[in-house]
C-alpha cells in the first residue's frame, strides 16, 4: 500500500536555486535540469546502478520529478567534486485546486528507496534532515524498499 505523498507549503527561503524543468532521472538521487545542472539530492543516498532496488528508485524518482519543474533549496553552495548541486528538491502536486510542493527526498525515504545520511559538517538545513531520519524511520518500522524483510 502506497503512503500519501507528503505535500507542503514551500515557503520563501534563503537559499532557493530557482526552478527548472527535470529533463532525465539517472537514478533514485540524481536528475539532470533543462538547463543542464546535475542535482543530486541532499540528505539522502539511493542503490547505485546494480545496486538491489536502483531500477525501482530510480522509477520512483522518475513517477515524482520527470517533466515537472521543480525548486530546488540549496543545501551548500556551489558544486561537489562531480558537479552536481546539492540541494533539497520539491515538485509542484495539485491538491484540492491549489498548488502545493512534495518534499521528493522525503516521499522517497518514506518510500523506502533512499537511506538518509547525514552531512560530516553541519547541515544547512538540520530541520529537512531531522525530517528525513523521521520518515526513513518510518518505512524501517513498515519494513518498505531498502528495508524490505524480501
Same mark, same amino acid.
Given at each position: ?6 505535500a507542503?507549503?514551500? /515557503? ?10 527535470v529533463?532525465e ?14 542535482v543530486?539530492?541532499a540528505?539522502?543516498?539511493? /542503490? ?7 531500477e525501482?528508485a530510480?522509477?520512483?524518482?522518475r ?12 543545501a551548500r ?37 533512499v537511506?538518509?545520511?547525514?552531512? /560530516?559538517?553541519?547541515s544547512a538545513?538540520?530541520?529537512? #534532515? ?6 526513513s ?12 524483510p #524480501?
Amino acid at each position: 500500500m502506497r503512503a500519501a505523498p507528503i505535500a507542503v507549503l514551500l /515557503p520563501l527561503i534563503a537559499g532557493c536555486a530557482g526552478s527548472d524543468l527535470v529533463e532525465e532521472v539517472r537514478g533514485g538521487d540524481v536528475v539532470v535540469l533543462g538547463d543542464g545542472r546535475v542535482v543530486r539530492y541532499a540528505g539522502v543516498a539511493a /542503490p547505485a546502478p546494480g545496486e538491489p532496488l536502483f531500477e525501482e528508485a530510480r522509477e520512483a524518482n522518475r513517477t515524482l520529478v520527470l517533466g515537472r519543474k521543480v525548486t530546488l533549496v540549496l543545501a551548500r553552495e556551489g558544486e561537489n567534486e562531480a558537479g552536481e548541486v546539492l540541494a533539497f528538491v520539491y515538485a509542484p502536486v495539485e491538491e484540492a485546486g491549489k498548488t502545493r510542493f512534495l518534499f521528493v527526498q522525503g516521499e522517497l525515504a518514506l518510500w523506502g528507496f533512499v537511506k538518509v545520511v547525514r552531512p /560530516p559538517a553541519a547541515s544547512a538545513r538540520p530541520e529537512l #534532515d531531522d525530517d528525513l531520519a523521521r520518515l526513513s524511520t518510518v518505512a524501517q518500522e513498515l519494513g518498505r524498499g531498502l528495508w524490505s524483510p #524480501d
